[in-house]
T-cell receptor, first 110, second 114 residues
Framework: AQRVTQPEKLLSVFKGAPVELKCNYS??????LFWYVQYSRQRLQLLLR??SRESIKGFTADLNKGETSFHLKKPFAQEEDSAMYYC????????????FGQGTELSVKP | EAQVTQNPRYLITVTGKKLTVTCSQN?????MSWYRQDPGLGLRQIYY???????DKGDVPEGYKVSRKEKRNFPLILESPSPNQTSLYFC?????????????FGPGTRLTVT
């Protein structure tokens, strides 16, 4: 079965500290992995996807097929990074369907 | 401006009173979907549609109906709402197929069923 797991409900760090939001997935094929972010009172929006291999707002994520992980990292957290982060998987044979993890709330304290 | 709109944004209703939440997109997307967001459970897909007149169940379809008569609209219907349908609902749309990597989300509809 396809599944996305984000083990941390809440991650609290101080400004300037490194951040790693964990995401593990279960899928037998070649998945596409994404990170979506939801800032307070805003709609969910795409942050980055593994295929693009780019850094967005200082965040990066590497797909590790051996560990079936797609952790989101940022070396120096900023207060404006405080938000809800969702890891999502798209199966190669399911068109547009996304499977979301439970979400991790990131709180960056001053 | 490319966007997904939902109405209403907030709704308080009583058990059993039929309601419809509308969703509209102006990006000519084939794929549209409804999710509900609950604390600790993330987003769970209710129904989706791959094109006009093509709809299918997601992971939690019980108690919901949808229709796709036009490409731009994808209303969510609760024929007889119950308190366990109190949730935050999101509509999303995207292209279909290999270009479907980004889903665009609506602002959400917060529904309370008493």
């Amino acid at each position: 079965a396809q599944r996305v797991t984000q083990p941390e409900k809440l991650l609290s760090v101080f400004k300037g500290a490194p951040v790693e939001l964990k995401c593990n997935y279960s899928y037998s094929g070649s998945p596409e992995l994404f990170w979506y972010v939801q800032y307070s009172r805003q709609r969910l929006q795409l942050l980055l996807r593994h295929i693009s291999r780019e850094s967005i707002k200082g965040f990066t994520a590497d797909l590790n097929k051996g560990e079936t992980s797609f952790h989101l990292k940022k070396p120096f957290a900023q207060e404006e990074d405080s938000a809800m982060y969702y890891c999502a998987l798209r199966a190669s044979n399911q068109g547009g369907k996304l499977i979301f993890g439970q979400g991790t709330e990131l709180s960056v304290k001053p | 401006e490319a966007q997904v709109t939902q109405n209403p944004r907030y709704l308080i209703t009583v058990t059993g009173k039929k309601l419809t939440v509308t969703c509209s997109q102006n990006m000519n997307h084939e794929y549209m979907s409804w999710y509900r967001q609950d604390p600790g459970l993330g987003l769970r897909q209710i129904y989706y549609s791959m094109n006009v007149e093509v709809t299918d169940k997601g992971d939690v379809p019980e108690g919901y109906k949808v229709s796709r008569k036009e490409k731009r609209n994808f209303p969510l219907i609760l024929e007889s709402p119950s308190p366990n349908q109190t949730s935050l609902y999101f509509c999303a749309s995207s292209l279909f197929g290999v270009m479907a990597y980004e889903q665009y989300f609506g602002p959400g509809t917060r529904l309370t069923v008493t």
